[in-house]
């Protein structure tokens, strides 16, 4: 049973940065591209970025772009969302999800970014 | 941006109805599509791909259709487990995108 886990939300200022992480078990991490997709509170889904298995090539979402970065460490079995320059449209659950031809066939719980002052 | 229009955005039925939900795309997206299913609380789950292949352990009353542009999610017989919101997919351009859902509602 693939298991992934967000952590690292919270509540934080505009402007501020936070990083999100995903811990990967169950499955072979360092074969899957990954994805994090977010949902702002009540609303539909967003893809915001992706990252190809070994790293070497990462997509953006334009609301996203030059704000955060993805990044994994296959050693670890973890994928990461640094988010800086927050705002509060930011403001969202962010799941980790592993793409499978360009679906999503597992997804986290989520973890909630709440970006307010 | 491929813009994915899900309709309706309520769909109110009784247990053991069928549902048809729709999803157009702006431009077409192949056979490129999928379904997922959210309940409140819940993260997404992966019905269907590429279009009309469930995913595994999708029950056979969930089927897909469709290519190109319209796309269309079934579910045979509705069981109170199936009210819940769905979201169509689409793989085929940058940036992935999603339908705003439509909201399956008991009647």
């Known amino acids: 049973q693939v298991q992934l886990v967000e952590s690292g939300g919270g509540v934080v200022q505009p402007g501020r940065s936070l990083r999100l992480s995903c811990a990967a078990s169950?499955?072979?991490?360092?074969?899957?591209?990954m994805h994090w997709v977010r949902q702002a509170p009540g609303k539909g889904l967003e893809w915001v970025a992706c990252?190809?298995?070994?790293?070497?090539?990462?997509y953006y979402a334009d609301s996203v772009r030059g704000r955060f970065t993805i990044s994994r460490d296959n050693s670890k079995n973890t994928l990461y969302l640094q988010m800086n320059s927050l705002r509060g449209e930011d403001t969202a659950v962010y799941y980790c999800?592993?793409?499978?031809?360009?679906?999503?066939?597992?997804w986290g719980q989520g973890t909630l970014v709440t970006v307010s002052s | 941006e491929i813009v994915l229009t899900q309709s309706p955005a309520t769909l109110s039925l009784s247990p053991g109805e069928r549902a048809t939900l729709s999803c157009r795309a702006s431009?077409?997206?192949?056979?490129?599509l999928a379904w997922y299913q959210q309940k409140p609380g819940q993260a997404p789950r992966l019905l269907i791909y590429?279009?009309?292949n469930r995913a595994t352990g999708i029950p056979a009353r969930f089927s897909g259709s469709g290519s190109g542009t319209d796309f269309t999610l079934t579910i045979s017989s509705l069981e109170p487990e199936d009210f819940a919101v769905y979201y169509c997919?689409?793989?085929?351009?940058?940036?992935?995108?999603f339908g705003q859902g439509t909201r399956l509602e008991i009647k």
């Open positions: 169950e499955f072979t991490f360092r074969s899957s591209e």
């Open positions: 431009q077409s997206v192949s056979s490129y």
């Open positions: 590429d279009a009309s």
């Open positions: 999800a592993r793409e499978s031809g360009f679906t999503f066939d597992s």
């Open positions: 990252i190809s298995y070994d790293g070497s090539n990462k």
């Open positions: 997919q689409q793989r085929n351009n940058w940036p992935i995108t």
